[in-house]
Nanobody, 126 residues
Framework: QVQLVESGGGLVQAGGSLRLSCAASGRTGSGYAMGWFRQAPGKEREFVAA????????YYADSAKGRLTISRDNAKNTVYLQMNSLHPEDTAVYYC???????????????????WGQGTQVTVSS
């Protein structure tokens, strides 16, 4: 049983920064890869970034490259998403997820993740 809890969302002006955190509990064994997804009103959930359990493999959506940075601290069972140069288009509920994702192509697919947090709202004003 794995529980994920996101935090760090809020309201920020365009060009500003936020850092999201996702704390995991109930993990055993080698652990899962972790990712960040987001969902804006009326849109499908989309991939943002992912990181393997040992941090050796990191992937970003094209929209995130150069602005968002994913990292993890396994000692704290926490994954982070540093968000810089935010755009109004980044406004969404951000979810962290964990799953047995080992093939490169599967990091991008929400359906391949087994556990999800409740989400944290990020709002970027113009």
């Amino acid at each position: 049983q794995v529980q994920l809890v996101e935090s760090g969302g809020g309201l920020v002006q365009a060009g500003g920064s936020l850092r999201l955190s996702c704390a995991a509990s109930g993990r055993t064994g080698s652990g899962y890869a972790m990712g960040w997804f987001r969902q804006a009103p009326g849109k499908e959930r989309e991939f943002v970034a992912a990181i393997s359990w040992n941090g050796d493999n990191i992937y970003y959506a094209d929209s995130a490259k150069g602005r968002l940075t994913i990292s993890r601290d396994n000692a704290k069972n926490t994954v982070y998403l540093q968000m810089n140069s935010l755009h109004p288009e980044d406004t969404a509920v951000y979810y962290c997820a964990a799953g047995p994702v080992f093939s490169r192509r599967t990091y991008f697919a929400a359906r391949r993740y087994d556990y999800w947090g409740q989400g944290t709202q990020v709002t970027v004003s113009s």
